[in-house]
């Protein structure tokens, strides 16, 4: 098991790993526009995509958003999105190191705290998200979707 970024060339191989996050998702853009978005999201230094490697294929992944802040004395916060594991690879223990990268990359970047949502209500998943070092029930979170 290898944890690192996600390099720029590894587009295809992360989506085809997002396939086991959603069973349905919305339509990606042309694949111009796409891969323009890609170019975009590596160049930015706030933007983390962290893999985990089994036998040179991508199996685990995370994302890490660091926000820049004006209080908190001027820390950043972190935001944890796309938490996702192959299906083949689960229960072992890949996904709790990919989100413990990504803490300790939070941490070096100085943030005061990082977050995650998730819309699972599945105990195991909790537990996952807990025992990964998040904690439930500090603060309620809230979330509002474009009008339809």
């Known amino acids: ?5 996600i390099e720029a060339h590894e587009l295809e191989g992360l989506l085809q790993l997002y396939r086991h996050l959603h069973l349905e998702d919305a339509p990606l853009p042309s694949p111009s526009k796409l891969a323009e978005l890609w170019r975009e999201i590596c160049a930015n230094p706030w933007l983390h995509y962290f893999g985990v490697e089994v036998d040179g294929q991508l199996v685990s992944s995370c994302t890490l958003t660091i926000i820049p802040n004006l209080t908190r004395g001027t820390r ?3 935001l944890i999105e796309n ?4 299906a083949d690879y689960r229960r072992r ?3 709790k190191a990919v989100l413990q990268h990504a ?14 949502l998730t819309g699972s209500k599945q105990p195991e998943v909790l537990r ?3 025992e990964a070092g998040f904690k439930r029930n ?3 979170g809230f979330i509002a979707n474009p009008p339809e």
């Open 76 to 78: 950043p916060y972190g």
């Open 103 to 116: 803490l300790q990359v939070a941490w070096e970047t100085n943030c005061y705290k990082v977050m995650l």
């Open 128 to 130: 996952f998200y807990e």
């Open 138 to 140: 500090v603060k309620t």
């Open 1 to 5: 098991m290898k944890i690192r970024p």
């Open 93 to 95: 223990g890949l996904g």
């Open 83 to 86: 938490v996702v594991t192959h």
